[in-house]
T-cell receptor
Framework: DAGVIQSPRHEVTEMGQEVTLRCKPI?????LFWYRQTMMRGLELLIY????????DSGMPEDRFSAKMPNASFSTLKIQPSEPRDSAVYFC?????????????FGPGTRLTVT | GEDVEQSLFLSVREGDSSVINCTYT??????LYWYKQEPGAGLQLLTY?????DMKQDQRLTVLLNKKDKHLSLRIADTQTGDSAIYFC???????????FGKGNQVVVIP
């Protein structure tokens, strides 16, 4: 398996522009998580889905952020309009729902810079 | 609620042992994890421990859990240059799908 795939790997955009980050989870995984990583705040959970349904979006910073999962193999995180304080590395992770420790598998991340 | 604390930076000579510490606040944690993040990459699970265990050994890695003090540690024996990374501890609460991560320890291995 190719692992969790994220695109683009790097995104540089100007303030006010719309940004769309993409994620393809590992096939067969029914949980998908979006995280944001910054030096100041560490790794923050933004939202997670189970079977394509958003379960907890309490970490989404504000209405400028939205996430969708139209099918089991694709999710997007959109920021509109983007602001410089959104600059961060955004990670997508997926896992199965089987019992036990249940490892989350992370993608390589998208480094977003908003100027 | 969940709150995971880690110190920030550790420098260690190649071949020595390194110990990374973490404290957590929620006693209802079920699993505690150590993840490794190499530069420019996502997090990778190294090992985990169930909350009813005190210790787990996995090759060069030893995890110690002190439930009374809510303290978790990761010992890396014979540290190698490839161990240079940021290490995150994380806790998962019973019945919860979320992981709460610490801010990470950066480990630098000096040849």
């Amino acid at each position: 398996d190719a692992g969790v795939i994220q695109s683009p790997r790097h995104e540089v955009t100007e303030m006010g522009q719309e940004v769309t980050l993409r994620c393809k989870p590992i096939s067969g995984h029914d949980y998908l998580f979006w995280y944001r990583q910054t030096m100041m705040r560490g790794l923050e959970l933004l939202i997670y889905f189970n079977n394509n349904v958003p379960i907890d979006d309490s970490g989404m910073p504000e209405d400028r952020f939205s996430a969708k999962m139209p099918n089991a193999s694709f999710s997007t995180l959109k920021i509109q309009p983007s602001e410089p304080r959104d600059s961060a590395v955004y990670f997508c992770a997926s896992r199965t729902s089987s019992g036990g420790a249940v490892e989350q598998y992370f993608g390589p991340g998208t480094r977003l810079t908003v100027t | 609620g969940e709150d995971v604390e880690q110190s920030l930076f550790l420098s260690v000579r190649e071949g020595d042992s390194s110990v990374i510490n973490c404290t957590y606040t929620d006693s209802s944690s079920t699993y505690l994890y150590w993840y490794k993040q190499e530069p420019g990459a996502g997090l990778q699970l190294l090992t985990y421990i169930f909350s009813n265990m005190d210790m787990k050994q996995d090759q060069r890695l030893t995890v110690l859990l002190n439930k009374k003090d809510k303290h978790l540690s990761l010992r890396i024996a014979d540290t190698q240059t490839g161990d240079s990374a940021i290490y995150f501890c994380a806790e998962r609460l019973y019945g919860n799908n979320r992981l709460a991560f610490g801010k990470g320890n950066q480990v630098v291995v000096i040849p």
